[in-house]
């Protein structure tokens, strides 16, 4: 790709600033898109797959993302705006959302807070956690890749949580257990990137409770048996 100017239409120009992240399904860069910061998502087609398959994946991934996006800003769940989706590239161009992730946030509060402190943050931000992915289930809708890399927070403001990467996303009538593996993603995430996690997934299940509270019990009693089946695999091996 040009390092300095590409077009995705006639006429919409967009300035090439940095690359972000590249994994194994896309890659990030930010641009300047109509005089706005945005950013890049473009899906990446794997060299095993035949062509079709990577496109037709490609294309599903890129219409759970919008469709997830959409809908869990109907929601009032905070997400990055669209500027403008190229089915034929496999991208999508998003409003750029400036502050660090939640996996970062976390690391620097760590280093700089003290023990009590850092446990009654934590525990604040778990519930605003809660409360947010309370409101997408209740509505209807599973993130499916739920990790602490995968929220932004605007300005570095622990109450503006933004999610992103909608791609496993799924909509409809959707069940306890569908809720509870999608709780069940985030913690494992929280427990193995983050010391000290007790604070957070406490305040995650309490500010749950608040958004679903009529689902609750349900969500909670699928949940600890599907970490019971976790920790039997592990045993296992």
């Known amino acids: ?38 950013m890049i ?5 794997k060299g095993y797959r035949h062509p079709t398959l990577n496109s037709r994946l490609n294309k599903l991934r890129l219409k759970q993302e919008i469709r997830g996006m959409y809908k869990a800003r109907e929601l009032g769940i905070e997400t ?38 850092y446990d009654e943050k934590m525990r604040i931000f778990g519930r605003v956690l809660g409360l947010n992915i309370g409101r997408l289930h209740r509505g209807g809708l599973i993130h499916g890749d739920l990790t602490t890399s995968n929220i932004i927070l605007k300005a570095g403001n622990a109450e503006k949580a933004t999610f992103i990467d909608f791609g496993l996303s799924s909509q409809g009538k ?48 699928k949940l600890n048996e599907i970490k019971l089946r976790g920790r039997k695999r592990d045993m296992i091996g």
């Open 174 to 221: 959707v069940t306890a257990e569908e809720k509870g593996v999608d709780l069940y993603v985030l913690g494992r995430a929280i427990v193995s990137t983050h010391k000290r996690s007790q604070a957070l997934l406490r305040g995650l299940m309490e500010g749950y409770q608040e958004a679903d509270g009529k689902q609750f019990e349900a969500v909670e009693k």
């Open 1 to 38: 790709m040009d390092e300095s100017e590409a077009t995705v239409e006639p006429g919409f120009a967009y300035q090439l600033q940095e690359m972000i992240y590249q994994g194994a399904e896309a890659k990030v860069t930010k641009c300047q898109w109509l005089g706005k910061p945005c």
């Open 41 to 45: 998502k473009e899906r990446l087609s």
């Open 80 to 117: 990055p705006a669209v500027y403008f989706i190229d089915t034929d590239r496999e991208l999508v161009v998003m409003e750029w959302i400036d502050g660090p992730t939640a996996k970062a946030w976390i690391s620097t509060q760590s280093e700089t807070l003290g023990e009590e402190e």
